[in-house]
């Protein structure tokens, strides 16, 4: 491994401490993460129960392990559709330029005037709490990023001599946006998915610790601190161990963002 990997490689080895046991926690968990057992509230970690027990006696390793299924699937979900309309209105933008260029940059101006997380807040607020809202205002929050960062490579790429040769030989606009231009604008984007991953995953977590996001019973990182927060003096593990796995994942990503723009340059 180059050093100048290191840091994409360090990424994807945090990424993946939480990342397996939350895939394996699709097929089965060490206990139900929900059942309830008030005979072993606040026991400490141990063999049985690698991470202890929560408040109501649930074992906090399959509640984690559950966690992470809501929570990366709404981080990803929500990058995923930005970065396709995001992506797709700034491709749009930088290879045409002009009134719709225009056009698409104020409205992301606009939108990246405001917070992102006040963005997501506003939308919770008025449309109510639930994993669905979550998803759409955080992917709404990440749609002018992408359009930015697509645009500015678009423009950049579509004066390239490739683009007016495949346009001198016929090829049309969407051919050479798909074939062309987008093969040599791809990292910066994924670069771009990379960070974005890390925010919508705290986004995700501020919402549910503040009770707009995943309702109980199901689990999820940010619900989990927030049903913690008044036994950290007692039982500090109840919120060691999802803080753990948010920063695992916010910090392998932010990581792997850095190793991708290192390994461009």
Not at 84 to 101: E, M, N, P, S
Not at 137 to 144: E, K, L, T
Not at 176 to 196: E, F, G, T, Y
Request: aromatic share 10%; with cysteine.
């Amino acid at each position: 491994m180059r050093q100048r990997n290191l840091p994409l490689w360090t990424g994807v080895f945090f990424i993946a401490i939480v990342a397996v046991p939350t895939i394996i926690s699709l097929f089965c968990t060490p206990f139900d993460p929900v059942v309830m057992d008030l005979d072993v509230r606040f026991q400490p970690p141990s063999s049985s129960n690698w991470f202890g027990t929560d408040q109501y006696g649930r074992d906090l390793f399959s509640r984690v392990m559950a966690g992470g299924q809501t929570s990366l699937a709404i981080s990803a979900a929500a990058v995923g559709i930005g970065m396709a309309i995001g992506g797709t209105l700034g491709g749009f933008a930088g290879y045409y330029g002009k009134r719709w260029d225009e056009l698409l940059m104020r409205l992301a101006e606009a939108f990246l005037a405001f917070p992102s997380i006040l963005l997501a807040l506003l939308a919770v607020t008025i449309v109510g709490p639930g994993k669905a809202t979550v998803l759409a205002a955080i992917a709404i929050a990440n749609i002018p990023v992408f359009m930015k960062i697509t645009r500015a490579s678009f423009l950049q790429q579509s004066k390239f001599e490739y683009v007016l040769a495949a346009q001198a030989l016929g090829a049309s606009d969407w051919r050479i946006m798909a074939r062309h231009i987008l093969p040599n604008s791809l990292r910066m984007i994924l670069v771009q998915a990379s960070a974005s991953f890390a925010g919508a995953l705290l986004a995700e977590a501020s919402l549910s610790y503040l009770g707009l996001g995943v309702q109980p019973p199901e689990p999820s990182w940010g619900r989990m601190l927030r049903e913690a927060q008044f036994y950290g003096g007692r039982a500090p593990w109840t919120v060691a161990f999802p803080g753990i796995a948010i920063a695992l994942v916010v910090l392998g990503f932010n990581l792997v963002a850095d190793g991708l723009r290192i390994k461009g340059k």
